[in-house]
């Protein structure tokens, strides 16, 4: 069917690229990944804390275990042991084998990381938006609202809240929650005002979309690229509050094993013995420079793009 | 202003008004400063059905926020609208109904199209939301319309991947989809080059006479709104200047503004210098702190005392031909 | 067509530019030539890609190489092949004996500074001589966009020891040359301040402070309203004369360059395909293309005739052709097109065509 735009078969083009590789953005990613030598070394640090807590985790629920001994056990050698190949990292004052507890406390760290910052993205993401697409009061409400969580040192305010919660791995997650969303809410609110006046925006109204569709469908899946980026280096640092948090006592009770609690424990034997405390202080920095490294490399990738 | 003859009009303005509040803040110092920006004023026209009327004017001139008016993302705060005989600034209007009818392609393909949608999906949106079609008949009228602006291979592509005068083609398919019977255009081919804006003007010409679209087109560009618009409305600071049927308009403009106007657009015709001879002084006014009286009246050769005191009104010079000035007879 | 040392003021010969990206080896330039005298109006024009801008940043040695690199050729101005220098020579070229304007002022001007010390700023950089050292030379006129992401720190001016007073009535002459009514408070004015209209002007002035022989100019009016287009297309041609400069404008509008130019350049994919004195090329235009783009310009209404867009799309950089690169969209191409490539020849005085219709 000839067309009369051009008086030929098909119509002009001007200068075209190229139909795209498929699935562009994961291989802008794996590339990225590839070449920079720290987002590899990032990504294979979080996949090895990942890894090690599905598999405590679901040892647990088949109520099996894939550490060498039990981390709760006491005596399975001799007290304050030095590293060795029976036990890898050596034994605490009770005769507990320090490696089983380490490995067996990574599941605490990271449900408690991931839950935070998946709470803190939807949460922030939302509301970021709709105050971003809103304006007016909404907004104004908004911003204040994250100036007074700003206002307040994040540790201080989550500490008052596990303490009022009582201690607990649950509560301090939840006291995580409720301080942590700001930053993200702020984002969103930065990125969503980007583009809100952009003409799809508009056109998705001239086509009949409702404000919560084109929340949903044209806002958040175009602010999301930053907001994973941040979120990813931010996990580390969740990491590392809940941490603080457990080694305030706050969190998980001994004989069970939780990274911050181990510091806080085994610190008095920081002279005699130093590989105790810092052991499991070594795992917590690796898990935050893990997510560092990651979301850095993710930021190289994706934000030049 | 008498109608001679039943015109079918499809959309008409009447003393159409945008008026924006300016946040002046707590300052004391600015209690003097204006209240308001007015970026339309008393702007009324009559599009007929099935044609096209080009508003024409420079920027700050308030067109664009005419369309966004007329489609009320941006609603007037004066003034009338009357679509097909509803009138869409009284009582609640459902857009979805509005927009099954009415349409709009816009000036920057670029932010027009989601980065994230495919272009079918694109198209298929205002067909999804404004129509209870079934999925099939959805996908046949996205079909359709890509084959008619000639994009039927490109359904899946990404807007990354389009140049400027396809996303532009999208943007046009996306609008006629659903077959609207107005359709509002943006600046629709100013990004574009030379032979892609021919390209596009063909295509708007060719839908509108097999479909009987009528078209509201914005532009700056004076050999494009010749080209295309039965009707000019020329604009300047908001308001409207001169309104009338488009050659009588280019051949004889009235207005000073649209005689600078007009006399400013280069032809490409070397022994026609006209771009060199035009004498036009100044810059667009403020919109916040407009001349009184009539807005060009600081830039205007002709001006005399009472252009800086009163406004002047419309006055139907010829059949359809209305113009706003003190001196229509210094224009004659 | 080859340069001869014979008081021509720029002559560019068989430039082939490229650059690597993404897609592989770009050739934005193939084996251009063409000269400017003193005192013309040059337009060249082309749609997006023809490498018009190229052109005019190799020229004033704006190309960043890498990834770009110089294939072959020369650009010699009054005689000094501009590409043979080192960076330090060329600089000494740049702003004071050619300037550049761009399309968007508000970036080419610095944000952070008024518009005053800028335009004192280019002045001293003549009064102090060629080649002053780091930095001065490369602020104002020469530095192509403020980009908001890339500053950290707003550069110093270096503003030598002249007393205030010469240096302001210096640039008070600067902005009235350009027509700005009220030089005395745009002096104190900050870039965003301005309208576009201004800036551009501004820019003209920055650049015309220096007295350069030739002054480039890459789609300055593009982004301006049309009688605020006219308005400072008026104003070069006028300064042209002022000053005794020569102005290359490129533009892919060819109405523009009717109305201002006293020779047209069409560029295609690279290459020059018409070059011709203005009157000449519209009372006979000789290449396909061009043809092409002349019935592409909508003039008179719908009713009276049919636009004409240009079959087929764009010939793609990154390929390298022995024939005619036009061929696939021309509708008067012959078999030979698709194996020969046309060279550039004079077809009638003062007009040269690179078309195997009419020889070459």
Request: proline letters at 7%; one cysteine or more; hydrophobic letters at 40%.
């Amino acid at each position: 069917m000839e067309s009369e735009i051009t008086g030929e078969g098909k119509p002009a083009e001007d200068s075209t690229p190229s139909p795209p590789p498929r699935h562009e953005r994961l291989r802008t990613i794996l590339h990225a990944l590839r070449s920079n030598k720290g987002a590899l070394a990032g990504a294979i640090i979080v996949s090895m804390f990942f890894v090690t807590a599905l598999a405590v985790f679901i040892a647990g629920l088949l109520h099996t275990r894939i550490t060498p001994y039990s981390p709760i056990q006491q005596d399975v050698g001799p007290a304050l042991a030095a590293p060795s190949w029976a036990h890898l990292m050596g034994t605490d004052e009770l005769g507990r084998d320090v490696f089983s507890r380490v490995v067996a406390a990574t599941p605490n760290d990271m449900a408690v990381s991931l839950t935070v910052i998946a709470f803190s993205l939807i949460v922030g993401a939302f509301l970021g938006t709709y105050a971003a697409f809103h304006g007016g009061l909404v907004d104004e409400a908004l911003m204040r609202m994250t100036d007074i969580f700003f206002a307040i040192p994040g540790l201080v305010l989550a500490m008052a809240i596990g303490i009022a919660l009582g201690p607990g791995i649950t509560n301090m997650a939840i006291a995580l929650m409720v301080i942590w969303w700001p930053p993200y809410a702020r984002l969103a609110r930065g990125e969503a005002l980007k583009i809100a006046h952009q003409n799809y925006i508009e056109a998705a109204r001239l086509s009949g979309a409702g404000r919560f569709r084109i929340l949903l469908e044209h806002a958040l899946p175009n602010i999301s690229q930053t907001l994973l980026v941040y979120a990813s280096m931010d996990t580390g640092t969740v990491i590392l509050i809940y941490a603080g948090l457990s080694y305030l006592g706050l969190a998980v009770r001994p004989p069970f094993p939780d990274w911050g609690q181990m510091v806080s424990a085994y610190q008095d034997y920081m002279v005699s013995v130093p590989w105790l405390p810092l052991f499991p202080g070594i795992v917590i920095a690796l898990g935050v420079i893990g997510f560092s490294l990651l979301g850095d490399g993710l930021k190289d990738a994706l934000g030049g793009s | 202003m008498e109608d001679n003859q039943r015109d079918d009009v499809i959309l008409e303005t009447r003393r159409l008004g945008k008026q924006y509040p300016i946040r002046r803040g707590f300052n004391p110092l600015a209690r003097n400063q204006p209240r308001f920006l007015q970026a339309l004023n008393d702007v009324s026209m009559k599009i007929p059905r099935g044609k096209t009327v080009a508003v024409l004017g420079e920027s700050g001139c308030g067109k664009t926020t005419l369309a966004r008016a007329i489609t009320l993302l941006s609603p007037p705060t004066s003034g009338e609208i009357i679509f097909d005989g509803q009138n869409l600034t009284k009582g609640k209007v459902n857009t979805k109904d509005l927009y099954r009818r009415m349409q709009m392609v816009f000036q920057d393909p670029d932010s027009a199209l989601d980065p994230r949608f495919k272009v079918k999906d694109l198209v298929s949106e205002p067909c999804r939301r404004l129509l209870d079609a079934s999925k099939e008949e959805v996908n046949e009228m996205v079909m359709r319309s890509l084959e008619i602006v000639g994009l039927a291979d490109y359904s899946e592509r990404l807007p990354g991947h389009l140049s400027g005068g396809q996303k532009q083609r999208v943007a046009i398919a996306r609008a006629i989809a659903i077959r609207p019977e107005m359709i509002l255009l943006d600046e629709p081919t100013s990004a574009l080059d030379a032979s892609v804006q021919a390209q596009i003007l063909n295509l708007l010409i060719e839908l509108q006479n097999d479909y009987n679209l009528s078209y509201l087109i914005i532009t700056h560009n004076i050999s494009v709104a010749e080209y295309l618009s039965d009707m000019l409305v020329v604009m300047y600071a908001g308001n409207v200047v001169e309104y009338g049927p488009t050659g009588p308009i280019i051949a004889r403009p009235r207005h000073p503004y649209t005689i600078a106007l007009i006399s400013s657009a280069p032809i490409p015709n070397p022994w026609k210098r006209n771009l060199l001879n035009t004498e036009i002084m100044g810059e667009v006014p403020s919109a916040v702190h407009p001349p009184s009286g009539c807005k060009f009246h600081p830039r205007c050769p002709y001006a005399d005392k009472i252009c800086g005191e009163q406004t002047p009104g419309m006055v139907e010079i010829a059949p359809g031909h209305f113009l706003s000035c003190h001196f229509a007879d210094k224009t004659a | 067509m080859s340069s001869n040392g014979s008081g021509k003021l720029l002559a560019i010969s068989d430039l082939s530019i490229s650059y690597t990206s993404e897609q592989g080896k770009v050739h934005a330039l193939q084996d251009v030539s063409l000269d400017i005298g003193e005192n013309q109006f040059v337009a060249v024009v082309g749609e997006s890609g023809c490498g018009k801008s190229t052109l005019a940043l190799a020229i004033i040695g704006l190309i960043s190489m890498p990834p770009a690199m110089v294939e072959s050729g020369r650009i010699e101005y009054r005689s000094v092949d501009l590409l043979a220098l080192k960076e330090n020579d060329r600089r000494k070229f740049r702003g004071t004996e050619i300037a550049m304007i761009f399309q968007e002022p508000l970036t080419s001007l610095n944000p952070v500074y008024k518009v005053g010390d800028q335009i004192a700023e280019a002045i001293m950089v003549r009064e102090q001589g060629h080649g002053r050292g780091e930095g001065v030379g490369e602020i104002g006129v020469m530095q192509r966009t403020y980009d908001s992401k890339s500053v950290s720190a707003p550069p110093r001016l270096h503003l030598p020891r002249i007393a205030p007073r010469d240096r302001t009535s210096a640039v008070l002459d600067a902005l009235k040359r350009v027509r700005i009514a009220d030089p005395e408070q745009v002096i104190d004015r900050y870039p965003f301040e301005l309208s576009g209209g201004m800036r551009q002007r501004v820019m003209i002035a920055m650049a015309l402070s220096q007295k350069p022989a030739l002054l480039l100019a890459d789609e300055p009016t593009t982004a301006l309203d049309v009688t605020t287009q006219a308005q400072v297309l008026k104003l070069m041609k006028t300064l042209m004369t002022e000053v005794n400069t020569s102005i290359l404008l490129i533009t892919h509008d060819l109405a523009v360059a009717s109305q201002v130019a006293d020779r047209i350049i069409v560029m295609y994919a690279g290459d020059v395909v018409e070059d011709s004195d203005v009157y000449g090329l519209f009372s006979e235009p000789l290449h396909p293309y061009t043809v092409g783009l002349l019935s592409c310009i909508p003039s008179g209404s719908k009713k009276e005739r049919k636009l004409k867009p240009i079959p087929g799309s764009v010939f793609d950089l990154t390929k390298t052709t022995g024939a005619c690169k036009f061929a696939s969209r021309c509708s008067r191409a012959m078999a030979i097109c698709r194996q020969k490539k046309p060279a550039l020849i004079e077809a009638r005085k003062g007009h040269r065509v690179a078309c195997l219709l009419y020889g070459g």
